[in-house]
T-cell receptor, first 113, second 112 residues
Framework: DTEVTQTPKHLVMGMTNKKSLKCEQHMGHRAMYWYKQKAKKPPELMFVYSYEKLSINESVPSRFSPECPNSSLLNLHLHALQPEDSALYLC????????????FGSGTQLSVL | EDQVTQSPEALRLQEGESSSLNCSYTVSGLRGLFWYRQDPGKGPEFLFTLYSAGEEKEKERLKATLTKKESFLHITAPKPEDSATYLCAVYQLTGGGNKLTFGTGTQLKVEL
């Protein structure tokens, strides 16, 4: 299994909603990532977990809350988002060191109304 | 300041018309350079890793090369299914640890 699986594929939420994005990998990778990507822009790093511990937080607003329940799962909890948070949210994993070759999921396209 | 620049921003080719995409970088502590392909609304798909100047990698119609200041992705006789955004990413060792910097991408359209 060489896949990173993200759910849901699409999400529409209001500014007062609470929702979660989920990511799963079964490649035995020890680092997992959340990226945000706006149209026609490169992915921007949000968070990195290494061995289930948060290693990097790129000064992301607290309305985004990551969680790594175990080595295969990564969640991103969303609360009180703004319309400008609408984007493609990508999960990725890598086998060893942080920021080595990344395997990306297909992403969740998020729209905040 | 570390920079990764891709050119052109967009490229339109006829089927069979070979061309090259460029990724130039000014970073210290380079450990490797990655090429990814991204289809609209999807996550980037890994293509190649290059580690040192002079290295070349090939996959089907794609060939990636690396020099000390830039990398090229050569596309030979492209087909419409090669249409996508191609991203390069530079992997470097900094005082703060490993860092990955993406270029802004080249949007390729191959027409019949």
């Amino acid at each position: 299994d060489t896949e990173v699986t993200q759910t849901p594929k699409h999400l529409v939420m209001g500014m007062t909603n609470k929702k979660s994005l989920k990511c799963e990998q079964h490649m035995g990778h020890r680092a997992m990532y959340w990226y945000k990507q706006k149209a026609k822009k490169p992915p921007e790093l949000m968070f990195v977990y290494s061995y289930e511990k948060l290693s990097i937080n790129e000064s992301v607003p607290s309305r985004f809350s990551p969680e790594c329940p175990n080595s295969s799962l990564l969640n991103l909890h969303l609360h009180a988002l703004q319309p400008e948070d609408s984007a493609l949210y990508l999960c990725a994993s890598s086998q060893g060191g942080i920021n080595e070759k990344l395997f990306f999921g297909s992403g969740t396209q998020l729209s905040v109304l | 300041e570390d920079q990764v620049t891709q050119s052109p921003e967009a490229l339109r080719l006829q089927e069979g018309e070979s061309s090259s995409l460029n990724c130039s970088y000014t970073v210290s502590g380079l450990r490797g350079l990655f090429w990814y392909r991204q289809d609209p609304g999807k996550g980037p798909e890994f293509l190649f890793t290059l580690y040192s100047a002079g290295e070349e990698k090939e996959k089907e119609r794609l060939k990636a090369t690396l020099t000390k200041k830039e990398s090229f992705l050569h596309i030979t006789a492209p087909k419409p299914e090669d249409s996508a955004t191609y991203l390069c990413a530079v992997y470097q060792l900094t005082g703060g640890g490993n860092k990955l910097t993406f270029g802004t991408g080249t949007q390729l359209k191959v027409e019949l």
